[in-house]
Nanobody, 116 residues
């Protein structure tokens, strides 16, 4: 089992920045990738960004150039730096862990609201 706890969400004005954190614990060695997903009201959950144990990254088109995913292996933590936030980025952001293309473990989510 892997436990994931997100933090860092909140209310931010358009154009602002936020950094989300996800602390992982448990059998972390059993997974090879972690990532961030989001779900906006009335929409399906979608991938935002993912990172493998080897450091390879993958971004949704909507995140490219504005968001950056990173990891601190010593802290078993991944981050999502979000810059240039837009109202359409408003969503619950979930941390996930598993394997490329198949996330198995999920956090409870952190709410990001982009509004003036």
């Amino acid at each position: 089992q892997v436990q994931l706890v997100e933090s860092g969400g909140g209310l931010v004005q358009p154009g602002g920045s936020l950094r989300l954190s996800c602390a992982a614990s448990g059998n972390i060695g059993s997974v090879s990738a972690m990532g961030w997903y989001r779900q906006a009201p009335g929409k399906e959950r979608e991938l935002v960004a993912a990172i493998t144990n080897g450091g390879s990254t993958n971004y949704a088109d909507s995140a490219k150039g504005r968001f950056k995913i990173s990891r601190d292996n010593a802290k078993n933590t991944i981050y999502l730096q979000m810059n240039g936030l837009k109202p359409e980025d408003t969503a619950v952001y979930y941390c996930a862990a598993g394997w490329v293309g198949s996330m198995h473990y999920w956090g409870k989510g952190t709410l990001v609201i982009v509004s003036s």
